[in-house]
């Protein structure tokens, strides 16, 4: 029973050895321009899913739907978000095609069935290595929750806020 015990300890290190030079030796890819593997991937994925479902649960946008606070969610977008996610178009800009992972071209692929509190989770605190930036300390509440409405409801806006929406470039 001790040498079965004795090796799992040893196999448990040598991987541990082997997992440690593999990322202080610089074999695993660290630039922008390189996809990243299925496991850095997975271990990415499944840590921000299981973040944003226990630090979101529960919050609700205080802010009412109306064309005021629409209007105001889209300038923001327009100012913050739209140069990596995309205008109405749903065309990438210049700098999201050098993202990656790639930013999701909200007006084609947007979050309006997110729940309201993981929209704005991510808008307030960013996604680690991805271009998505925290704007939890640069935007007001307000901001935040005036965006998140936007995105929430930016496949059934009214015709003026369709409209404010479609002129922005």
Request: proline letters at 7%.
């Amino acid at each position: 029973m001790k040498g079965f015990l004795l090796g799992i300890l040893v196999a448990a290190a040598a991987v541990l050895a082997a997992g440690y030079a593999i990322v202080t030796r610089g074999w695993i890819p660290a630039g922008q321009d390189v996809k990243p593997s299925k496991l850095e991937r997975w271990m990415a994925k499944t840590s921000l899913r299981a973040t944003m479902r226990r630090e979101s649960a529960g919050l609700t946008n205080p802010q009412p739907f109306n064309d005021e606070n629409l209007a105001s969610g889209i300038a923001l977008y327009v100012t913050h978000c739209q140069v990596c996610h995309g205008g109405p178009d749903g065309a990438p800009s210049v700098i999201a095609r050098g993202l990656s992972p790639e930013g999701p071209q909200l007006a084609r692929h947007g979050v309006e069935d997110d729940p309201d509190g993981t929209i704005y989770w991510k808008i307030t605190h960013g996604i680690r290595f991805t271009g998505m930036p925290a704007f939890g300390k640069t935007l007001s509440d307000t901001d935040r929750w005036q965006i998140s409405l936007f995105l929430k409801h930016m496949d059934k806006l009214s015709p003026g806020a369709q409209a404010s929406w479609r002129a922005s470039k």
